[in-house]
């Protein structure tokens, strides 16, 4: 029975009433109410009649009729535009949406329980309550659902348009400080040699390149360098070029400094004792030279290293390897400066990958002006591998990740919601690349995705064993000829 019909049903019995009341009333107490008062009453009723009423605890109760329960309470009242999901009686929605709602087509009509059970005419189901009407829109094969405003705003489902932005996506990796290999010098003695005197320099010292660091006297550089002053001071050698060149040549191989061999030109003398000074600015790494002591060729008695240029030596993930190249810029962190970055940029990727942590070594580049970054220091670095160029982009929680499949919601408004699979790339800042699926304007859901999928999901559900149920009993008519 339809709502103008029981309306119409109510407004004929008090009419009926009304009448009776009105031929045996004999003056006392109050007139009868007007006819027009008992039809606005019937079409407020009409308005306002509940469907069905059900448990007040939630139970699968339900009854067509006002009923009470075993410990007499009152059943609940559903009303036709009230939504099933909410758990609490509501009032019917404006006029003006269910007169809108009346002038759309009506496909088919569904069980009032959520039963795999349509029907193409109006119809009741055991309990004698109304299917409820599906209109055009309300029920798509493009795998489409629509939700009721009321249920929009209780699972809080918001969306964001789809814009192209810049991806800032940084990898993190941990290392430590090292000297640069090009910046490290030693002095070593190519003849055998003596110290005759050390400079007031100690491991740690900071130098500058031609600081005088000790005195040295080695026969075999003083018999060099007295031959080259007597070749250049000879007259019968001194217009022969190659004579001097040769004798100068003997004195740079025993890496006597280039401020010595000027001096000696100039005074024409031999000093006993060479003075030997740093050949770069830096800081003292070792001093082995001991005042008397005897050095044999190739005895290191100095290290000395530039450390204005250092790398930071860092491990990278093998997974986040396709993402650096060389050049990127990096910022690296010290736990002895916190918020001071020093700004780098990687100069090599080494060829190998460490099988037992999975990581592979990269090498960055790090001015060190202040001497503050010092070897084996433990920094941290972030590589900033995102796109140079802006690209279209979603929030990364808006994204259904099935594994094999991503997907998102659009929201094409009027409570209706589109699945759209989607091709992903970068991530970063909390926002997703959407290289293909949705174009820049889209509006993309990004809160209570779940709760839509999920309602989706059941509706395809209940969707397919309903047509799962109509072949088996087609297929079961077909076995007995169409007999019951």
Do not use: C
């Not at 949406?97 to 009509?109: L, M, Q």
């Not at 130098?207 to 005195?215: A, D, I, R, S």
């Not at 019968?236 to 000027?262: K, T």
Request: proline share 7%; aromatic share 6%.
């Amino acid at each position: 029975m339809s709502r103008l019909a029981w309306a119409l049903t109510w407004a004929g019995a008090a009419a009926a009433i009304a009448a009776a009341a009105g031929a045996a009333w004999t003056g006392h107490g109050l007139p009868p109410r007007p006819m027009t008062a008992i039809v606005s009453a019937a079409q407020a009723a009409e308005s306002a009649a509940p469907i069905y009423y059900r448990d007040p605890d939630g139970k699968p109760f339900y009854s067509v009729t006002p009923k009470k329960t075993a410990d007499g309470r009152d059943y609940l009242p559903v009303f036709p535009d009230a939504d099933a999901q909410s758990g609490a009686p509501e009032r019917p929605a404006d006029i003006k949406a269910t007169a809108a709602k009346s002038e759309r087509k009506i496909k088919y009509y569904r069980n009032p329980m959520g039963l795999p059970d349509t029907s193409p005419a109006p119809k009741k189901d055991s309990m004698g309550m109304d299917y409820i009407p599906v209109y055009d829109g309300d029920d798509s094969d493009d795998g489409s659902i629509t939700l009721s405003p009321g249920k929009i705003q209780r699972t809080g489902v918001k969306s964001e348009a789809a814009e192209m932005r810049r991806i800032r996506t940084l990898v993190r990796a941990p290392g430590t400080i090292q000297l640069d290999e090009r910046r490290v010098s030693v002095i070593a003695m190519r003849a055998e040699s003596y110290v005759q005197k050390v400079a007031d320099v100690t491991t740690g010292s900071r130098v500058t390149k031609g600081q005088k660091l000790m005195e040295i006297y080695s026969p075999a550089v003083s018999s060099a360098a007295a031959e080259y002053v007597a070749t250049i001071g000879s007259k019968a050698a001194a217009g022969i070029d190659p004579y001097g060149r040769g004798s100068r040549q003997r004195v740079m191989n025993l890496d006597v400094p280039e401020a010595v061999i000027a001096e000696m030109e100039q005074s024409r003398t031999v000093p006993i004792a060479i003075p030997w000074s740093s050949p770069r600015d830096g800081i003292v790494l070792q001093r082995a030279a001991i005042e008397g002591m005897r050095a044999q060729p190739g005895d290191v008695l100095f290290r000395i290293a530039d450390v204005s240029m250092v790398w930071a030596l860092v491990d990278v993930a093998e997974r986040d390897l396709g993402n650096i190249v060389v050049g990127q810029k990096v910022t690296v962190r010290t736990r002895s400066y916190p918020g001071r970055a020093f700004a780098g940029q990687i100069a090599m990727i080494y060829p190998q990958v460490n099988k037992e942590t999975r990581t592979a070594r990269v090498r960055i580049e790090l001015q060190n002006a202040d001497l503050a970054l010092l070897p084996d220091m433990y920094v941290d670095a972030e590589i900033d591998t995102g796109s140079p160029a802006p690209v279209l982009t979603v929030a990364d929680n808006s994204i259904l990740d099935t594994g094999s499949r991503q997907t998102v919601l659009l929201d094409r408004g009027n409570g209706r919601f589109e699945p759209r699979e989607v091709k992903l790339g970068r991530r970063g800042d909390g926002y997703v690349e959407i290289r293909d699926g949705i174009a820049e304007g889209d509006a993309v859901v990004t809160s209570a995705t779940f709760l839509i999928d999920a309602e989706s999901n059941l509706k395809a559900a209940i969707k397919g064993f309903g047509g799962a149920g109509a072949a088996q009993a087609a297929g079961e008519g077909e076995m007995t000829g169409g007999k019951p």
